[in-house]
């Protein structure tokens, strides 16, 4: 049964993924198409085609290998200024300058004298901004929706002001592990002196009335090490218990790798699932897109930690997973039967969205091949062909993309790499959520 269940997981999981992806590249091919462009092909996978069947001008079809699609709108590879596009060029300008002109070549091998007007690079920089964007757009749209969906649906859980769990001793940041076990040598916690018990609901610390637990989180810290006065309501109840916090090393926040020192007092809140609006949907959606821009930013230091985890090094929990991994990690949501199947689905759809929203952060990335690369090229002909109308000089014309590509290779290089590491660090030595 729960191999069975791994399956349907990752199958469904797999299945999330090409949807997003097809869902994406219809993104980038529906305003392509009502800007008139000329769009070849939409496919969804790479490699060899399974089933495909033509539209129109429109090839649409799937391919055998399940990892991403593309759209083939045509143009996007502008030709050489004042160069007839058609012709190939004789001479040979070296090996950088060749894999330019050939790729221009290869561009307009299937371009008719009609199709003048509707390729790629002769629209307006605006309109080749908007196809560029909405692909990545639409991935945010769906983790937008699924999260959404998620918290006004379900709900989140919310911290409550009732104690869940009182700490014996104290533990810095840097030693929690998760068998870190109490020592002799360990202080014994404030929460503990005080005489906390679990079930305790704090109503006041140091004269503050408390309403929730993110209230309470930074007046204990900021607390440092000072005496401490809490009024809890036990047993229908008002206790009042005396205590001193002291100063320890914690994380920063949630999942944070930032260590801060800070007022601990070594109580931990009961956790309770409750249905959000809309405005937290927003805010929700906001710091996690600044997480995942700096989960981005970490990504090549991550990445050392997973290399070294090929040849028998630890695997950080928060590290880096490819699709295999993220499939992974489904199938074993799946197969976990200590959670309800409700907990089970809502796991499952929160990955598979923070996955939609790190590949639509990640395509922001300015940079060749990624659609990120592209904007950027419209956004600066903007600019150019913007100050050449304001200083009354001559249009300098579209911003030939085709230079870049000595540096969109080497970065399409790079990602294959990475994500051929990433590929075999999730297969010797895949992250486990629930240590099975």
Not at 64 to 83: D, L, Q, S
Not at 351 to 368: E, G, M, R, T, V
Not at 394 to 419: F, N, Q, T
Not at 421 to 426: C, K, Q, S
Request: proline content about 5%; overall charge neutral.
């Amino acid at each position: 049964m729960t191999a069975l269940l791994t399956v349907i997981g990752i199958v469904l999981f797999v299945a999330g993924i090409l949807i997003s992806v097809g869902l994406h590249e219809l993104g980038h091919m529906v305003p392509a198409k009502a800007f008139g462009m000329k769009v070849t092909q939409f496919f969804v996978g790479f490699g060899r085609t399974v089933w495909s069947v033509k539209r129109g001008e429109t090839e649409y079809g799937i391919k055998a290998i399940p990892a991403g699609g593309f759209v083939r709108i045509i143009g996007m590879m502008p030709p050489a200024k004042g160069e007839d596009p058609t012709k190939v060029r004789k001479a040979n300008t070296g090996p950088i300058q060749s894999m330019v002109e050939n790729a221009r070549s290869a561009e307009y091998e299937t371009i008719s004298p009609e199709d003048n007007g509707r390729l790629f690079y002769q629209k307006v920089w605006w309109k080749k901004l908007i196809v560029m964007a909405s692909g990545p757009l639409v991935n945010v749209v769906i983790a937008f929706m699924l999260f959404g969906g998620l918290f006004m649906l379900y709900g989140a859980s919310v911290a409550q002001t009732t104690v869940a769990t009182v700490t014996d001793c104290v533990i810095p940041a840097s030693q929690a592990t998760a068998d870190r076990k109490c020592e002799s040598g360990d202080q014994v916690s404030p929460a503990k002196t005080a005489g906390f018990q679990v079930g305790d609901r704090i109503e006041s610390f140091n004269g503050t009335q408390i309403t929730s637990w993110d209230q309470l989180t930074p007046l204990i810290r900021a607390n440092t090490d000072k005496a401490a006065t809490i009024v809890v309501e036990r047993n229908g109840q008002q206790v009042t218990l005396q205590t001193k916090t002291i100063i320890n090393q914690v994380r920063d926040e949630a999942g944070s790798d930032k260590i801060v020192s800070v007022g601990f007092l070594g109580v931990s809140p009961e956790m309770k699932v409750e249905r959000q609006d809309f405005g937290f949907v927003v805010d929700k959606m906001g710091e996690m897109t600044v997480a995942t821009v700096k989960a981005i930013g970490n990504f090549p230091e991550k990445l050392v930690g997973v290399a070294k985890s090929i040849v028998g090094g630890d695997r950080d929990e928060d590290s880096p997973m490819s699709v295999v991994g993220a499939s992974r990690v489904a199938g074993e949501i799946a197969a976990n039967q200590s959670m309800t199947g409700g907990e089970r689905i809502v796991l499952g759809i929160s990955l598979l969205a923070s996955l939609n929203l790190f590949l639509a952060l990640f395509n922001f990335i300015p940079l060749l091949p990624l659609d990120g690369g592209h904007m950027a090229g419209a956004i600066w002909e903007g600019i150019r062909r913007g100050f050449a109308r304001l200083f009354g000089r001559p249009d300098p014309g579209y911003v030939d993309v085709a230079k870049l590509l000595p540096i969109a290779y080497v970065a399409a290089s790079v990602i294959v790499v990475m994500g051929v590491l990433l590929v075999i660090a999730d297969i010797v030595n895949p992250i486990r959520l629930f240590n099975g």
